[in-house]
């Protein structure tokens, strides 16, 4: 009887052990960019969520499109009023998971190439994407980035009859969070 | 040289500098003026998120992309790199909010004095509701009363 009780305690320890391994950021950012002969457009968003699961590599991410500052006022007003309309869409999110991240050692300083996948929503569409990123362990603290091209033709995004040769249906985005243990 | 021609070289040219003049507006448009602007709504920290996340959609109708005065106790400041966030009335259910970048460079020894339990007053850009932040507000200036 009292193995069993301590063999209860033990796995109970164990299990919430598990549920403590999460990870958060609040100040994640996203840049994106985009360069024609004609348009530059270069914002970027200092506010956006996750939180990493490190028991079994499950991540999530938000942001609202209207933390987004851009370099000039009019691709501001455009990306806004005109393209991602966050009157109608105020949010992007991504729920998935690191593929192989069993092979990231939280322990071990270092740089870890994994897979993100999962689904993304931008505009109100869904779509499942899988992008190459980076793990970096660096003393104890977990840091993850990626980048990888949106097509706006994809999330419905549509461009102007003016702006088509102006603006390029791939925009690059660049992703990085600093995760700080989550009590 | 004959007069016509003259006027017509004057036209020509007025046309082109106000051309040129609307390009370089456009292009260099200011940003919209949080600071100047005078809060469409004055709230209560714990208030407005009770209000917001009841009813999201009609949370973003009313404040949405609003310049917005709320008012709450400090729970957490948040320095990364020269950003600065703080969160008013409660970790799950804040109020989250970044500092313009100006506003941090110009007022650091304010800025520096806010700690952890202070009330503050911040105007800000509402930008929406987000489920692990909270409600979201940018370049945020505080209000000093």
Redo the contacts between chains.
């Keep these: 009887m009292k193995n069993i009780i301590i063999i209860a305690v033990f796995f109970c320890g164990f299990i919430t052990q598990i549920e403590a391994q999460k990870y958060i950021t609040k100040n994640g950012k996203i840049e994106i960019f985009s360069e024609t002969p004609l348009f530059v457009i270069d914002g970027v968003n200092k506010k956006v969520a996750s939180i990493l699961n490190a028991a079994n590599g499950n991540v999530v991410a938000s942001t609202l499109i209207r933390s987004f500052r851009f370099e000039e006022a009019l691709v501001e007003e455009h990306f806004n009023e005109n393209y991602l309309e966050p009157h109608k869409y105020p949010k992007a999110i991504f729920k998935g998971k690191i593929i192989d991240f069993d092979k990231v050692n939280l322990k071990k300083d270092g740089t870890y190439n994994i897979k993100i996948a999962g689904k993304l929503t931008i505009h109100g569409q869904t779509r499942d994407i899988e992008e190459p990123g980076k793990i970096i362990i660096k003393n104890g603290k977990i840091s993850a980035i990626t980048q990888f091209n949106v097509s706006l033709k994809e999330y419905k995004v549509k461009i102007e009859k003016n702006y088509k040769k102006a603006i390029k249906d791939n925009i690059l985005l660049k992703i990085h969070f600093d995760y700080k243990f989550y009590k | 040289m004959n007069k016509t021609i003259k006027n017509i070289l004057i036209l020509v040219a007025i046309g082109i500098i106000v051309g040129l003049a609307m390009v370089y507006y456009?292009?260099?448009?200011?940003?919209?003026d949080i600071e100047g602007e005078k809060p469409a709504y004055k709230v209560e920290a714990q208030k407005f998120f009770a209000e917001y996340s009841k009813d999201e959609i009609a949370g973003?109708e009313k404040y949405?992309?609003k310049v917005v005065e709320v008012t709450g106790k400090i729970v957490d400041i948040?320095k990364?790199g020269k950003?600065i966030?703080i969160?008013l009335n409660d970790e799950m259910e804040g109020i989250?909010c970044?500092l313009n970048i100006e506003t941090i460079k110009n007022n650091k020894d304010r800025i520096d004095r806010l700690k952890v339990g202070d009330t503050v007053s911040l105007k800000g850009?509402c930008?929406?509701i987000?489920?692990?932040?909270g409600i979201?507000m940018?370049q945020c200036y505080i209000v000093d009363k």
């Design positions: 456009v292009f260099n448009k200011p940003h919209r973003d949405g992309d948040t990364e950003d966030s969160v989250n970044a850009k930008d929406g987000d489920m692990i932040m979201v940018t």
